[in-house]
């Protein structure tokens, strides 16, 4: 079989968009969870602490800690996961603080984000870069 | 069921008032998530602890809802500050419908 120029141009967009799609996804999980949670408010950047390792070695078990002083509830997405959501913390009236730390999988490098809802009901985010050397999806 | 879940709290014996202080908290379990496939390429069912919360005599603390990407054995970390002495109550929902419940005392003072 002779590949005409046509039929290259053609595959070559085939594989292009099977390679990009994907990531695609993910990312439009990301969105929809943070539409989600923000609930038709405006996101702004800042006034939430994410910490998360530079580089984790294991993506099977990395600590993350979020900090969000004043906010009622918390979720952490992972953008580079098949399904986004990590965990969602709501604080009650007896929290000391609104902070808390948990460990989580990741599928590979990506970013995390934090977004954090404060008690007036706007919308914070902050996002951190986890370099991931062995990915923790089990695939 | 899953075997073997056995919770394990950290809390401190005794906490100033209006202070807050750190609680750890950490429950065997093997958190399948959904998306691991076995040998022969059938997926394996997702099995995972979906909700944890916190209270203190009656009050809430704090609640988590689990998804699948959090790691083995989940472990979480979080402040509380109370103004009496009492019990906290610590609670885990299994997607399988069990709980698992632990309980500490502390004294303010």
Known sequence: MQFTRRDTLVMGAGAAVATFMPLQVFADATEDASAEFAMGEAITDGGVELTAPEIAENGNTVPISVNAPGAVAVLILATGNPAPKVIGFNFGPRAGGQTASTRCRLAGTQDIVALAKMADGSVKRTSATVKVTIGGCGG | ?109
């Open chain 2, 1 to 109: 069921m899953a075997d073997n879940v056995k919770p394990r709290v950290r809390v401190p014996r005794s906490a100033v008032a209006g202070e807050a202080f750190e609680i750890k908290t950490l429950i065997s379990h093997k958190m399948e998530s959904g998306a691991r496939k076995d040998s022969d390429g059938n997926t394996i069912p997702r099995s995972i602890i979906h909700h944890f919360s916190c209270d203190f005599n009656g009050e809430n603390v704090i609640q988590a809802a689990l998804e699948g990407a959090i790691s083995t054995n989940p472990y979480i970390q979080f402040e509380a500050s109370i103004e009496e002495s009492g019990t906290f109550t610590f609670t885990w929902q299994d997607d399988d419908g069990s709980e698992y419940t632990d309980s500490k005392d502390i004294t303010v003072g």
